[in-house]
T-cell receptor
Framework: DQQVKQNSPSLSVQEGRISILNCDYT??????FLWYKKYPAEGPTFLIS?????DKNEDGRFTVFLNKSAKHLSLHIVPSQPGDSAVYFC??????????????FGGGTRLMVKP | EPEVTQTPSHQVTQMGQEVILRCVPI?????FYWYRQILGQKVEFLVS????????KSEIFDDQFSVERPDGSNFTLKIRSTKLEDSAMYFC??????????FGPGTRLLVL
């Protein structure tokens, strides 16, 4: 199942610079997208989300961009901090009446922010 | 800040045994979920639960799996007869509406 893909398994960035994590999807029914951060042996922690009616959502250092025509979303972290080092997952869902709103996850990108 | 909790954090069991994984969702949330992540693989959806019934389930969620909300706070996942391939991290999640899901810390299940 490759409906949500994160093509970069890892990304290394210098502290203070911008981190850009990318995610592609194939299912045009997806209408809600989320980014989660995950440390080893912990559960995914919600970061930021975006509805398909928007193309940008910003929360502090985190901004998510959605390009529906390209079926692509990205997470920008500015400025990057060493504490941002973790695995980042994008996830997507499609609203269906009387259904459960399951999330489909990408494979994750490991971000390393170097001091 | 409210959070989803899960117990136990680790569970080791013998193949064929039953296991029950427990979750306490965030108190005002109405939608509950189980996901799992096999080592080195993606997080996969298992089941969603709303209004005391399953609202959606994946192909993974076969007859060996069941979920229950036995009281007003707990949400459980039961695996009746565990197999080696059930070894994974199991995550519970909850949401207030059909929007953002908040995840627990997970239970690491090892089937020997």
């Amino acid at each position: 199942d490759q409906q949500v893909k994160q093509n970069s398994p890892s990304l290394s960035v210098q502290e203070g610079r911008i981190s850009i994590l990318n995610c592609d999807y194939t299912n045009s029914m997806f209408d809600y997208f989320l980014w989660y951060k995950k440390y080893p042996a912990e559960g995914p922690t919600f970061l930021i989300s975006i509805s398909s009616i928007k193309d940008k959502n910003e929360d502090g250092r985190f901004t998510v961009f959605l390009n529906k025509s390209a079926k692509h979303l990205s997470l920008h972290i500015v400025p990057s901090q060493p504490g941002d080092s973790a695995v980042y997952f994008c996830a997507a869902s499609a609203y269906q009446q009387n259904a459960g709103n399951m999330l489909t996850f990408g494979g994750g990108t490991r971000l390393m922010v170097k001091p | 800040e409210p959070e989803v909790t899960q117990t136990p954090s680790h569970q080791v069991t013998q193949m064929g045994q039953e296991v029950i994984l427990r979750c306490v969702p965030i108190s005002n949330h109405l939608y509950f979920y189980w996901y799992r992540q096999i080592l080195g693989q993606k997080v996969e959806f298992l089941v969603s639960f709303y209004n005391n019934e399953i609202s959606e389930k994946s192909e993974i969620f076969d007859d060996q799996f069941s979920v229950e909300r036995p009281d007003g706070s707990n949400f459980t996942l039961k695996i009746r007869s565990t197999k080696l391939e059930d070894s994974a991290m199991y995550f519970c999640a909850s949401s207030e509406s059909l929007g953002t899901q908040y995840f627990g810390p997970g239970t690491r299940l090892l089937v020997l």
